[in-house]
């Protein structure tokens, strides 16, 4: 979304009038979600060989926390800003989780449909401040949980966990 500046108006005194305040007088700037996933659409087989992987998932994530806080310098309000961060955060645990889904060891098992993945507390709201914690609950329909799935949400939690403690958290 674009963030609608409005302007100060305060009077001209050589004109009798109203003029447009000079410290406003600028063009707006705004925030607009542009990460391109694709260097890190392929999560690697093997865990033990994702480090260059989390290396450039790491360097798209910090470009784009840059930009945000580029944008609230130039005067961006605080829940603009919170609200960019949680809306990057979503989209990063979204991605995670299909492109994990995607490796050959859950390709032929729909665990994505065994799960409901909850974000709770600040981020449940839409309220992630930026060096908040990520709160997230996996909700399973059945005490029984199938193997594939299991393993995918030790994945997923591993996966997320070392790209927030390695981004979002510092």
Excluded: C
């Excluded at 001209?12 to 694709?38: A, C, I, V, W």
């Excluded at 839409?126 to 609950?137: A, F, K, R, V």
């Amino acid at each position: 979304e674009f963030l609608k500046q409005s302007f100060i108006w305060q009077e001209d005194e050589n004109r009798g009038g109203l003029k447009e305040n000079s410290r406003m007088n600028q063009t707006p700037h705004f925030y607009q979600f542009s990460l391109d996933f694709d260097p890190v659409t392929v999560v690697p087989e093997d865990s033990r060989k994702r480090t260059s992987y989390f290396k450039r998932f790491q360097e798209l994530l910090k470009n784009e926390k840059k930009k945000i806080q580029a944008w609230h310098r130039t005067g961006a309000g605080g829940r603009e800003i919170v609200q960019a961060h949680t809306g990057l955060v979503d989209e990063v645990i979204k991605h995670a989780a299909t492109s994990l889904a995607q490796i050959n060891k859950y390709a032929e098992s729909p665990v994505l449909n065994d799960f409901a993945l909850i974000a709770v507390g600040g981020y449940g709201r839409g309220e992630l401040n930026p060096s908040s914690d990520i709160d997230l609950l996996f909700i399973l329909p059945k005490k029984n949980v199938a193997p594939a799935t299991d393993s995918f949400i030790k994945d997923f939690i591993s996966l997320d966990l070392d790209l927030v403690f390695q981004v979002f958290l510092k």
